[in-house]
């Protein structure tokens, strides 16, 4: 479980893009995360609080925008989402796929004052 490392890297980024632009508080963050980085949102929330803990940010909420990896079909050019589908396009039942996407991580609103 690495998502407390992930998420003690957030709150420094933050406390030095508050110290650059002069912030007092972030009310929120939403943190936009793929599927396939392997974090799991409800870790995630879990680790928050503590790592938000005596920091700057302690009262920052978090929001997790989680995107699941899309594929995209070899045999017929489908866009499916992998894992709801159990990584077999939906059309063609073909196994062989390319991932579009799933490898996101990065914050992608911050609402400060
Ligand atoms: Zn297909």
Known sequence: ????????EIVATLEEYMKENNLKKIHSITLTVGEAT???PHYMYECWPAAIEDTSLKDTTLNINYIKVVGRCRECDELFEVSTNF???PKCRSEEYDMTNGYEFEITEIKAE
């Open 1 to 8: 479980m690495h998502e407390l490392g992930y998420a003690t």
């Open 38 to 40: 392997g974090v799991l």
């Open 87 to 89: 990584g077999r396009c």
